[in-house]
C-alpha cells in the first residue's frame, strides 16, 4: 500500500491529521475490498469445481445413454414379435386345454 506523506512544514496540523484520517480510511476501505475479492474468487473456484462435477455427470450420463442405446439395437425385434405371438396364442389355447385335462 503506498502511504502518501507531505512535509510537514508546507502542510499546518490539521491539515497533517486530515491527510491522516483519509489515509486510515482508505487504507480500510481497500482492505475491505480486498477482502471481499477474496471471497469472490473462493466463490468462483467453488463454482468452477461444481461445474466440473456436473461436467463429468453429465458425460457419464451420456456415455450410459449411448450405451443403453446400443443394447436397444442389438434387440431382435422382430424374434420378440414372434416370441410373443406364440406366447399368446399359447394363452388363448389355455381354456382348451383345460377343457381335454378335466375329461
Not at 53 to 75: H, M, N, P
Not at 77 to 100: F, K, N, V
Amino acid at each position: 500500500m503506498v502511504i502518501l506523506e507531505a512535509p510537514s512544514a508546507l502542510m499546518p496540523a490539521n491539515d497533517n491529521l486530515l491527510l491522516s484520517g483519509a489515509q486510515e480510511r482508505l487504507s480500510r476501505a481497500l482492505d475491505g475490498l480486498v477482502a471481499a475479492l477474496d471471497r469472490q474468487a473462493e466463490a468462483l473456484r467453488g463454482f468452477r469445481d461444481n461445474c466440473q462435477k456436473l461436467e463429468r455427470s453429465v458425460t457419464t450420463c451420456g456415455d450410459g445413454l449411448r450405451r443403453y442405446q446400443a443394447a436397444l439395437e442389438t434387440i431382435d425385434t422382430e424374434g420378440l414379435r414372434r416370441s410373443g405371438d406364440s406366447l399368446l396364442a399359447l394363452t388363448e389355447s389355455w381354456p382348451e386345454m383345460a377343457e381335454s385335462d378335466s375329461r
